[in-house]
């Protein structure tokens, strides 16, 4: 079984949708949590990170993590055609130079 | 600010060659990181420098894989000899010093390794 699960998709929504992105998570010492965004054939670019259970907001973007259910969830607001990529949900269990563990990712495509 | 960029950006190369990839982090970054993603896979962590030092090679394959980082700024990754399932997309990624608050770790582009 992976430590991260995450539905490959792929995910298409309509232009101005709200849009759910979700991993979940078997070990229970991932203490941080992270979304990246990854266009095709470009490194991942960090969105959004947050540490233990609890959201956090930055524009469009709310990360939600619970950790009680292992859980954590990325919402895009009126999503764009510019936001069609894949996304990958990563996690640590140490604040400082551990080493992350990601999810397979989940391709979105925004349709205009 | 430069991000950090990864050299070449593709590389093809037969099986039982030589290959060296390339990455230089984010000026003043002491952490460097270096991971994996094969085909149909997750992206997979190899190792972790600390300015020179390795501080976790858990991920290594094996011992055809070298990392170096010396003098603490760019790091080499030798694959040799190269075999069929060497093939993927090679990321390098740094962050601040270990006494930050975060792990923010950046990326680069990828090296995207091809052996035939």
């Known amino acids: 079984q992976k430590e991260v699960e995450q539905d490959p998709g792929p995910l298409s929504v309509p232009e101005g949708a709200i849009v759910s992105l979700n991993c979940t998570y078997s070990?229970?010492?991932?203490?941080?949590f992270m979304w990246y965004r990854q266009y095709s054939r470009k490194g991942p670019e960090l969105l959004m990170y947050?540490?233990?259970?609890g959201n956090k907001e930055d524009g469009r973007f709310t990360a939600q993590v619970d950790k009680s259910s292992k859980y954590i969830s990325l919402f895009i607001r009126d999503s764009q055609p510019s936001d069609s990529a894949t996304y990958l949900c990563?996690?640590?269990?140490?604040?400082?130079?551990?080493?992350?563990?990601f999810g397979g990712g989940t391709r979105l495509m925004v349709k205009p | 600010e430069a991000g950090v960029t990864q050299f070449p950006s593709h590389s093809v190369i037969e099986k039982g060659q030589t290959v060296t990839l390339r990455c230089d982090p984010i000026?003043?970054?002491?952490?460097l990181y270096w991971y994996r993603r094969v085909m149909g896979k997750e992206i997979k962590f190899l190792l972790h420098?600390?300015?020179?030092?390795?501080?976790?090679e858990s991920g290594m394959p094996n011992n055809r894989f070298l990392a170096e980082r010396t003098g603490g700024t760019y790091s080499t990754l030798k694959v040799q000899p190269a075999e069929l399932e060497d093939s993927g997309v090679y990321f390098c990624?740094?962050?601040?010093?270990?006494?930050?608050?975060?792990?923010?770790?950046?990326f680069g582009p990828g090296t995207r390794l091809t052996v035939t």
């Open positions: 990624a740094s962050s601040r010093a270990q006494g930050e608050v975060k792990n923010e770790q950046y």
């Open positions: 070990n229970s010492a991932f203490q941080y």
């Open positions: 947050t540490y233990s259970s």
């Open positions: 990563a996690m640590s269990a140490r604040r400082a130079g551990n080493m992350l563990t």
């Open positions: 000026s003043g970054h002491d952490n």
């Open positions: 420098f600390v300015k020179e030092s390795k501080q976790d």
